[in-house]
């Protein structure tokens, strides 16, 4: 529960008092912001005592009269505005004028309440008050948190891309100074680790802009009746040439009939992801298991593999963006770090979860969990 500081400032002490006794005890719940607010009430019967008040704990709230002995609440706006505080002013008076309500909001009162006023609408302003200042503060602070992951994001880009474009850069500068002689045959591999850094580097634009779509929501679903057996068949065979290169066994269990109402596209992502990463940590001369089974809406796949395996520490950094376990191990192994992350997003739009168990030097088994998607309308009432 957050509370909220409010003071209020009359001269007259049966105003404060009696704004006092109808906002101490007062609980607003807040469906929109998800939560309840109280209040902490002081008081003041001048300016001079609302500065002693602020200086000794900062308000949320301002309820601020008109007309005080040492001062107008309209010259403590001016003085407020100067300050660039986080608080919102109601002004309160008898003197209910519209050229003083245009005046005081002009100074940046956010609300004006005329004298006498009952305890509801008393209530009422500071509601919306209450309401207005925490939605205003939760913008700020998303914004903040949006500019912050944009600087980590465009920084771990800049850091990803640097090492392949240099990696180029100084093959291209080797064969223009024709540092290997003048053969061609010479500059084969430079040619070859070049291709190697630039398909690295495609593929990383490639996973930026499926994790980037998935978040954002742009990308279209298409949501149909899928026998996902199918897709982890494709996966396999996708793999098949590599795994053969280095002389991995690859196993599959997986029947037909496992029903699922998905989007085609995310589920050949799920197993390609799952399968690749398989061969692609694996040893050579390893072996990879792939199953999958179905229990009533749920659908469990698991993805097992004998390869370097990671530590329980590793484990737990595996589904953040950009990370990637960077150990002599996984030098020479190229990867976006952004495969298994993408991987998360969109098995939580299934209402489903990943996790995973390793060890090093033993393998790793992935086990997803997918469920039937609950559509609007179709809950069992």
Excluded at 53 to 69: F, G, R, S, T, Y
Aim: proline share 3%; charged share 30%.
């Amino acid at each position: 529960m957050e509370t909220l500081n409010v003071i209020v400032v009359d001269d007259e002490y049966g105003m404060r008092r009696g704004a006092e006794r109808v906002l101490k005890d007062l609980v607003l719940t807040l469906p929109d912001i998800n939560g309840e607010v109280k209040f902490s009430v002081r008081t003041a019967a001048s300016g001079k005592e609302l500065e002693e008040k602020m200086a000794a704990a900062p308000a949320d709230i301002l309820l601020l009269d008109h007309i005080l002995p040492d001062i107008t609440g309209l010259d403590i706006l001016d003085g407020l505005g100067k300050k660039s505080l986080d608080l919102l002013t109601i002004m309160i008076t008898a003197y209910a004028s519209l050229e003083t309500a245009v005046t005081a909001t002009r100074r940046g009162a956010y609300d004006f309440l005329a004298k006498p006023f009952t305890p509801e609408e008393l209530r009422g302003a500071v509601r919306k008050a209450a309401r207005h200042l925490i939605l205003q503060r939760q913008a700020r602070r998303l914004a903040e948190e949006k500019r912050q992951v944009r600087f980590q994001f465009i920084s771990v880009l800049a850091h990803e891309m640097k090492a392949p474009i240099a990696a180029i850069e100084g093959y291209l500068q080797m064969i223009r100074e024709r540092a290997m002689g003048d053969s061609l045959g010479a500059y084969d591999r430079m040619v070859d680790r070049s291709l190697i850094r630039i398909d690295g580097m495609r593929k990383l634009i490639g996973d930026l802009l499926d994790t980037t779509a998935i978040e954002s929501g742009q990308r279209q679903r298409n949501l149909v009746a899928l026998d996902i057996s199918e897709a982890a068949r494709q996966a396999v065979e996708n793999m098949k040439p590599e795994a053969a290169r280095r002389e991995i066994q690859i196993d599959m269990s997986v029947p037909d009939g496992l029903n699922l109402e998905a989007d085609k596209t995310e589920i050949d992502m799920i197993f390609n992801n799952l399968v690749s990463n398989a061969i692609k940590y694996n040893r050579d001369h390893g072996r990879v298991k792939v199953t999958a089974s179905q229990s009533g809406d749920e659908i469990r796949i698991q993805v097992k593999d004998t390869g370097i395996g990671m530590t329980p520490e590793e484990c737990n950094r595996l589904f953040k963006d950009f990370s990637r376990i960077k150990n002599e191990k996984t030098r020479n192994i190229l990867g976006s770090g952004l495969g298994l992350s993408t991987l998360k997003k969109l098995v939580t739009l299934y209402n489903g979860d990943i996790s995973v168990e390793s060890k090093p030097d033993v393998g790793s088994t992935f086990t997803v969990k997918l469920h039937k998607i609950q559509r609007p309308g179709n809950e069992k009432g």
